[in-house]
């Protein structure tokens, strides 16, 4: 249970926050929650099963809950390719795509699925065609979020859901594209999925 506690810590240390509260500090909330919690369940438990210790319904029930809690916070790790000498707005729009689609376009748009839109929030790995890694020219949002979660308005009367980022040049700037209104123009209308406003 001490590893996985461990591994739990290291996890939140990544995890964005909220506000200006940063995700250990929200997580290690959590994780106290969760103690309390398995402790007076583990009391209750304790009532009807006498003949097992305490200390191992405790440890049993509290593996189990961390083991969940980690789940939840699981993130994939995006492999994104860009086009060679890229700069601008990376776009990952939601879609009805099986595999997401992580080679983005001249635009910078990708497609991914409603699965990997609830639950990305770790920085990915950018690399463009050539193979080239371009982790460090990659702007987040902020300090505590690296994505930027938006709507795009109208597609069929519908909005348009998408996680975003910014590739810098070289001398670090970012050459700023037509503003997102245009990007109901720039997706494949086949593959986006749509949200009624």
Request: proline share 2%; glycine share 8%.
């Amino acid at each position: 249970m001490a590893g996985l506690l461990i591994t739990l810590i290291l996890k939140l240390i990544k995890t964005p926050g909220g506000l200006i509260l940063s995700g250990l500090f929200l997580g290690g909330l959590v994780i106290g929650i969760i103690l309390l919690g398995c402790l007076a369940l583990s009391s209750l438990v304790r009532l009807f099963y006498r003949k097992i210790s305490f200390a191992a319904i405790f440890f049993t029930i509290t593996a189990i809950s961390l083991a969940f809690f980690h789940y939840r916070l699981y993130s994939p790790t995006l492999k994104i390719i860009v086009p060679e000498n890229y700069s601008g707005e990376v776009i990952l729009v939601i879609s009805n795509v099986a595999e997401n689609v992580l080679t983005v376009d001249n635009n910078g748009i990708g497609y991914i699925d409603q699965q990997t839109f609830g639950r990305t929030y770790t920085r990915p790995v950018v690399v463009d065609r050539l193979g080239k890694q371009m982790d460090d020219l990659c702007i987040g949002f902020n300090a505590s979020s690296f994505w930027v979660k938006g709507t795009a308005c109208c597609l069929g009367g519908k909005q348009i859901h998408y996680l975003s980022f910014k590739i810098a040049t070289q001398d670090a700037t970012v050459q700023d594209q037509d503003d997102l209104k245009q990007l109901t123009e720039l997706v494949d209308t086949s593959l986006v999925k749509r949200y009624s406003r």
